[in-house]
Nanobody, 122 residues
Framework: QVQLAESGGGLVQAGGSLRLSCAASGRTASNYAMGWFRQAPGKEREFVAVISWGGARTVYADSVKGRFAISRDNAKNTVYLQMNSLKFEDTAIYYC???????????????WGQGTQVTVSS
């Protein structure tokens, strides 16, 4: 089992920045690819970004490319999502998740956190 706990969400004005963190515990989380997903009210959960277990590979959704950056510190068992130039449409609950493969599909992810709310005011 891998337990995941997100933090760092909050209320920010459009154009601002936030950094989300995802702390992992339990089985060796560094063996997993780590992804971020988000879900806005009334919408499907959507892929945001993923990073390989070693950190060498990253993939981003087109909607956040150039604004968000995913990184990980395996010594701290923590994954980060730096979000810059935030837009109103980035408002959502953000979830981190762990998968055995690098994937943009939610079904590949075996472990999920509880989520952290990000609200961007226009």
């Amino acid at each position: 089992q891998v337990q995941l706990a997100e933090s760092g969400g909050g209320l920010v004005q459009a154009g601002g920045s936030l950094r989300l963190s995802c702390a992992a515990s339990g089985r060796t989380a560094s063996n997993y690819a780590m992804g971020w997903f988000r879900q806005a009210p009334g919408k499907e959960r959507e892929f945001v970004a993923v990073i390989s277990w070693g950190g060498a590979r990253t993939v981003y959704a087109d909607s956040v490319k150039g604004r968000f950056a995913i990184s990980r510190d395996n010594a701290k068992n923590t994954v980060y999502l730096q979000m810059n130039s935030l837009k109103f449409e980035d408002t959502a609950i953000y979830y981190c998740a762990a998968a055995e493969i690098l994937s943009m599909g939610a079904r590949a992810y075996k472990y999920w956190g509880q989520g952290t709310q990000v609200t961007v005011s226009s």
